[in-house]
């Protein structure tokens, strides 16, 4: 039986040091490219919900590859970090599913981190959720 997955971006937590309160969220999935800029600061988590993609499929487990990057936007410098993984989805569940990813941003242009080797580091928390459900197709007479 053919499933429909909606992957959402459920929430973001902010956590470590502080690299600055504009931050922009990239998620590439299946082709697809979403991003959403957003002020957050450091110890505050963000409920987003918002759907990142729709997928259609007739497998039982559906695996796939994601790329998340969070940009911490400055006039000078952007200090970026990145994760590349994998999902995997068991379309026969009918809970939501999540899944939880660790972005680590490091400040790497900083002034004071050239003088003193030791810059500022931040965790981002990203909590993607997927729903499954059935796809009735109807097909007149």
């Given at each position: 039986?053919?499933?429909?997955?909606?992957?959402?971006?459920?929430?973001?937590?902010?956590?470590?040091?502080?690299?600055?309160r504009?931050?922009?969220?990239?998620?590439?999935?299946?082709?697809?490219?979403?991003?959403?800029?957003?002020?957050?600061?450091?110890?505050?988590?963000?409920?987003?919900?918002?759907?990142?993609?729709?997928?259609?499929?007739?497998?039982?487990?559906?695996?796939?590859?994601?790329s998340?990057?969070?940009?911490?936007?400055?006039?000078?410098?952007?200090?970026?970090?990145?994760?590349?993984?994998?999902?995997?989805?068991?379309?026969?569940?009918?809970k939501?599913?999540?899944?939880?990813?660790?972005v680590?941003?490091?400040?790497?242009?900083?002034?004071?981190?050239?003088?003193?080797?030791?810059?500022?580091?931040?965790?981002?928390?990203?909590?993607?959720?997927?729903?499954?459900?059935?796809?009735?197709?109807?097909?007149?007479?």
């Amino acid at each position: 039986m053919l499933k429909s997955i909606n992957l959402s971006l459920s929430k973001i937590k902010y956590g470590g040091d502080s690299i600055g309160r504009d931050i922009c969220v990239e998620i590439e999935v299946f082709g697809k490219s979403w991003r959403n800029d957003m002020m957050i600061s450091s110890g505050e988590t963000k409920e987003i919900n918002q759907e990142i993609t729709k997928i259609e499929t007739d497998k039982k487990l559906l695996i796939f590859g994601i790329s998340i990057t969070i940009i911490e936007k400055d006039l000078l410098f952007n200090d970026t970090g990145n994760v590349k993984t994998n999902i995997e989805i068991d379309t026969d569940s009918t809970k939501s599913q999540l899944f939880v990813f660790e972005v680590e941003v490091k400040e790497n242009r900083s002034l004071l981190r050239k003088l003193f080797r030791d810059g500022k580091k931040a965790i981002f928390e990203i909590e993607l959720e997927a729903k499954v459900g059935d796809i009735e197709r109807y097909t007149p007479d």
